[in-house]
């Protein structure tokens, strides 16, 4: 009996010393929602961006890498990524949490100063990430609906843009880390139990609000209406199209919605049951 008292007694010290913790970090649902919210705009500015490029297919092949991509089997696009990751990582960029990259690299030392960045996350769910799945989703179905037909030998450029889209997109969705970390302490009881049965198909229903999603993904079609016009300091909104009634805009709103609605959020969620899996190691 006695046991069990200072078991239930830990238990409730160590959710009291979580709690303290992420109250002194600034962590909460309201912080979560306006990072999020935020990312919202990065996201839709760096698919307009990119969506100014054609496809420039070369760029995604080894050939247009030379012989350092025909080495290793990679196209110029990784190569780029790979090698802008090196000198990142040695400016600092991945020592805060937030930021995860895609080819992970051991760098002795950093040019940054140095920084201590709160332990907002469990440390045992904290290398939580689905890079692999964002890069896939990009280069074979985003990007095909992105960019146009076409080839104009900007590939750096190409690529670079590239870039930016796929730090957005894993900035933003593996985030899911800091949102299930935030509904954990939120419900401790409740996700402790179904953490420990590994159920996983409970754990993603008790997560889940349609209606916050709903209203996520109508936000991003209206920021690329709003964000992707051309416009004038005289006149009205140009449509970029004078023989069209309907506006014509950067990027299609409908494909922003439907990359929030098929792999966004679905892969968010998908961070956010892995980490509360390992919420408790």
Known sequence: MAAVTLQRHLLLCNATLV??????SGLSLDTVRDFLTREEDA??????????????????????????GRLHGASFAEMFVRESEAVQAKAGRY???QEIPFFPFRVPFTLAPPYNFTAELHAAA???????AIWSTYFSQLLPLLAKNGD???????????????????RRINYGRYVAEVKFIG??????????????DALMKLLTSEAQEDVVKRRVQKKAMVFGQNVTLDGPVETG????????FKVDPSLVYKLYDKWVIPLTKQVEVEYLLHRLD
């Open 19 to 24: 709690l303290l913790l992420h109250l002194c």
């Open 43 to 68: 996201i839709v500015f760096s698919l307009i961006e990119r969506a100014r490029y054609p496809a420039n297919a070369p760029a995604y092949g080894p050939a247009a890498a030379g012989d350092l």
């Open 95 to 97: 020592q805060s949490l």
């Open 126 to 132: 904290a290398s939580v990430n689905v890079n692999g």
């Open 152 to 170: 104009d030998g900007n590939y750096a450029a190409t690529v670079a843009s590239d870039l930016v889209c796929l730090q957005a997109l894993s």
């Open 187 to 200: 419900d401790q009881q409740n996700y402790t139990t179904l953490i420990r049965k590994k159920d996983k």
């Open 241 to 248: 199209n004078s023989n069209s009634s309907q506006t014509s």
